[in-house]
Nanobody
Framework: QVQLVESGGGLVQPGGSLRLSCAAS????????MSWYRQAPGKERELVATITSDGGSPNYADSVLGRFTCSRDNAENTVYLQMNSLKPEDTAVYYC????????????WGQGTQVTVSS
């Protein structure tokens, strides 16, 4: 059974930092491209960062470039999102996504973790 379990969300003041984790199980993690998405109230889900299966240069949304860092540990089946210099507009539910291509493309989602940036 595929599972993606996010953790690390919470309430933080503007300018603060959080580190999100996504623990994966039930599939071959090292072969999956991993992404972080977020969805703010009343808005569509947006892509925040993507990292390839080998951990090569991640891609970031313009809105988080220079503030967020995505990394992965294939030995621990975990992907991370380090978020620095947080802004109120970063407030959203953050979701972990795995895309695994084996004959066809499989996409898996976590349940999400809430990040609230407020003073």
């Amino acid at each position: 059974q595929v599972q993606l379990v996010e953790s690390g969300g919470g309430l933080v003041q503007p300018g603060g930092s959080l580190r999100l984790s996504c623990a994966a199980s039930g599939f071959t993690f090292r072969r999956a491209a991993m992404s972080w998405y977020r969805q703010a109230p009343g808005k569509e889900r947006e892509l925040v960062a993507t990292i390839t299966s080998d951990g090569g240069s991640p891609n970031y949304a313009d809105s988080v470039l220079g503030r967020f860092t995505c990394s992965r540990d294939n030995a621990e089946n975990t992907v991370y999102l380090q978020m620095n210099s947080l802004k109120p507009e970063d407030t959203a539910v953050y979701y972990c996504n795995a895309v695994l291509t084996v004959l066809r493309k499989y996409s898996y989602w976590g349940q999400g973790t809430q990040v609230t940036v407020s003073s």
